[in-house]
């Protein structure tokens, strides 16, 4: 097995310049992997103390940044260097001041993962959450390098558990430690003889938890909302606004409603706005404008969301009534308010627990959202209540990111 994968890796990155040709997506993929070996050059000439983190994409980035954030406190001096698997991440985070060198990781191929741990000489490897990259994995264990892996979570439908993952779990022996969130994920593992295992949970609530303690004040926010109790939609797609539009259009002069769609291009915010039958304001177009005066707010920006959140006094979170994927409940479940999400959540843990806990409303149609919403908007001490438990939720699962770090910085210790 470890000779076809080994086969079937050198052919993809053979042809990668040809891939670049199927998609912009595609062709950031291929063509951001040009230059990561001559900026690593530019950055790693002489031997210094770096800590490398990989993340595949921007969530396991967000994962990621509270261990980032605590280890560069506390070694100052340290080089922080983070990969990304996928364009999402890279390009979102690409300008970071987080870390001192971003770039795309390097195929996984024999030569490419050995030129990539000789320029940079890790002194610790942090795999967040996924990407069981097999020559990464090796060569880092033959140079010595402590690799650890933090808000992993296991399945039992992965090759590691079948009768043909033989190749695949050898990868895995190759591993200091594996920080989980759950208590499944920890028991596959260990069934499989690895007892380098802790149950630390999600240091996402870590990350959320701080953001309550920052200052989230937005004037313009402020003078939209004017008292008024605000409704917040947070990385809706076309099929989350076709739940809510209507309710949207119905409902009392008394509710406002903030509006961020996930796409932000023209084409599809003016779509949106077409829609909308209130008085609606743009983002773009606020300057000059009398906010309270208007009922609807799209901000067809980013950067504001977490700080929105907090004026919300109920949250739908986006992405869960199409196949695209839920996006982040913790966000506004740290502020302590009640969340309504679409239909299609099953992959995503935190949801269920939370929906288990009477903090969070699943719904499937208009008819469903209007009513799940219209009692949070009219009961207040029901709306009060499902939002104390969103916040109960968050405090009780913080603590991951103190856990690892501990753990890492004993291994950084002892390398000393």
Same mark, same amino acid.
């Given at each position: 097995m470890s000779i076809v994968y080994n086969i079937f890796i050198t052919l993809f990155n053979g042809i990668l310049p040809v891939i670049g040709l199927f998609g912009s997506k595609l062709?950031?993929?291929?063509?951001?992997r040009k230059t990561v070996f001559e900026t690593l050059e530019n950055h790693f000439s002489a031997q210094g103390r770096t800590f490398w983190f990989h993340c595949a994409s921007l969530g396991e980035y967000e994962q990621g940044v509270p261990v980032m954030e605590a280890l560069k406190k506390k070694y100052p001096d340290h080089k922080l260097l983070v990969t990304f698997f996928s364009p999402?991440?890279?390009?979102a985070k690409k300008n970071s001041t987080l870390a001192d060198v971003i770039v795309y990781l390097p195929m996984d191929t024999k030569a490419k993962t050995k030129r990539f741990i000789e320029l940079v000489q890790p002194e610790l490897a942090v795999f967040v959450k996924y990407e069981f990259w097999p020559n990464? *994995? +090796?060569?880092? +264990?033959?140079?010595?390098?402590?690799?650890?892996?933090? &808000?992993?979570?296991?399945?039992?439908?992965?090759?590691?558990?079948? %009768?043909?993952?033989?190749?695949?779990?050898k990868a895995l022996k190759t591993i200091d430690h594996f920080f989980v969130q759950d208590r499944i994920s920890k028991n596959l593992i260990e069934r499989q003889g690895?007892?380098?295992?802790?149950?630390?949970?999600?240091?996402?609530?870590? /990350?959320?938890?701080?953001? =309550?303690?920052?200052?989230?004040?937005?004037?313009?926010?402020?003078?939209?909302?004017?008292? /008024?109790?605000? =409704?917040?939609?947070?990385?809706? %797609?076309?099929?989350?606004?076709?739940?809510f539009i209507d309710f949207v259009n119905r409902a009392s002069s008394e509710v406002c409603f903030i509006i961020a769609p996930h796409e932000i291009k023209d084409s599809s915010v003016n779509s949106l706005k077409q829609k909308i039958q209130k008085k609606t304001v743009l983002y773009s177009e606020k300057e000059g404008k009398n906010l309270k005066n208007h009922e609807v707010f799209i901000m067809n920006t980013i950067g504001y *969301? &977490?700080?929105?959140? &907090?004026?919300?006094?109920?949250?739908?979170?986006?992405g869960a009534m199409g196949t695209g994927g839920l996006?982040?409940?913790?966000?506004?479940?740290?502020?302590?308010?009640?969340?309504?999400?679409?239909?299609?959540?099953?992959?995503? /843990?935190?949801? +269920?627990?939370?929906?288990? *806990?009477?903090?969070?409303?699943?719904?499937?149609?208009?008819?469903?959202?209007?009513?799940?919403?219209q009692k949070l908007v009219d009961d207040k001490k029901f709306r009060e209540k499902t939002g104390m438990i969103s916040g109960h939720f968050i405090n009780s699962n913080t603590g991951a990111t103190d856990m690892i770090v501990s753990y890492l910085d004993e291994k950084i210790t002892k390398s000393k």
């Amino acid at each position: 097995m470890s000779i076809v994968y080994n086969i079937f890796i050198t052919l993809f990155n053979g042809i990668l310049p040809v891939i670049g040709l199927f998609g912009s997506k595609l062709k950031l993929f291929a063509s951001g992997r040009k230059t990561v070996f001559e900026t690593l050059e530019n950055h790693f000439s002489a031997q210094g103390r770096t800590f490398w983190f990989h993340c595949a994409s921007l969530g396991e980035y967000e994962q990621g940044v509270p261990v980032m954030e605590a280890l560069k406190k506390k070694y100052p001096d340290h080089k922080l260097l983070v990969t990304f698997f996928s364009p999402s991440g890279y390009e979102a985070k690409k300008n970071s001041t987080l870390a001192d060198v971003i770039v795309y990781l390097p195929m996984d191929t024999k030569a490419k993962t050995k030129r990539f741990i000789e320029l940079v000489q890790p002194e610790l490897a942090v795999f967040v959450k996924y990407e069981f990259w097999p020559n990464y *994995l +090796k060569t880092l +264990k033959s140079n010595n390098i402590p690799i650890v892996f933090i &808000s992993t979570t296991f399945r039992e439908e992965q090759a590691f558990f079948k %009768w043909y993952g033989g190749f695949m779990r050898k990868a895995l022996k190759t591993i200091d430690h594996f920080f989980v969130q759950d208590r499944i994920s920890k028991n596959l593992i260990e069934r499989q003889g690895f007892n380098n295992v802790t149950l630390s949970g999600d240091t996402r609530f870590d /990350r959320v938890s701080h953001q =309550i303690e920052m200052d989230n004040h937005v004037d313009f926010i402020s003078e939209f909302i004017d008292g /008024r109790l605000c =409704i917040v939609f947070g990385s809706s %797609w076309p099929e989350d606004e076709a739940i809510f539009i209507d309710f949207v259009n119905r409902a009392s002069s008394e509710v406002c409603f903030i509006i961020a769609p996930h796409e932000i291009k023209d084409s599809s915010v003016n779509s949106l706005k077409q829609k909308i039958q209130k008085k609606t304001v743009l983002y773009s177009e606020k300057e000059g404008k009398n906010l309270k005066n208007h009922e609807v707010f799209i901000m067809n920006t980013i950067g504001y *969301l &977490s700080r929105v959140y &907090s004026y919300g006094d109920i949250a739908y979170v986006g992405g869960a009534m199409g196949t695209g994927g839920l996006h982040n409940i913790l966000e506004p479940a740290t502020f302590g308010i009640p969340i309504v999400i679409g239909k299609n959540f099953e992959k995503f /843990r935190e949801a +269920k627990q939370l929906q288990k *806990l009477a903090g969070l409303f699943s719904v499937s149609s208009e008819e469903e959202f209007s009513r799940v919403v219209q009692k949070l908007v009219d009961d207040k001490k029901f709306r009060e209540k499902t939002g104390m438990i969103s916040g109960h939720f968050i405090n009780s699962n913080t603590g991951a990111t103190d856990m690892i770090v501990s753990y890492l910085d004993e291994k950084i210790t002892k390398s000393k």
